[in-house]
């Protein structure tokens, strides 16, 4: 099968979920009884990562953008 600029893009949103995931971790490290401290630096290490991937998945949906306006990918 022939993969598309729709199967990159579509790919490409199923990679970025994982920042959602990052949410329902979150989430649940909330519904915990960890104490202030480690509960803290994990949720910043979480809101950290969340924030990395997000950017970096910016940065690679722009990359296929371009590609796709100068015609390298149709």
């Known amino acids: 099968m022939t993969k598309t600029r729709f199967d990159l893009e579509d790919e490409i949103m199923k990679c970025w979920h994982i920042t959602d995931d990052l949410d329902t971790v979150s989430d649940l ?8 401290e480690d509960m ?6 979480l ?3 969340k924030t990395i991937y997000d950017k970096k ?9 371009t590609l796709i306006r100068e015609g390298a990918i149709q």
């Open 57 to 65: 998945f910016q940065k690679l949906f722009g990359t296929m953008e």
């Open 47 to 49: 809101i950290g990562m």
């Open 29 to 36: 490290v909330l519904d915990t009884n960890m104490d202030a």
């Open 40 to 45: 803290d630096k994990l949720l910043n290490a």
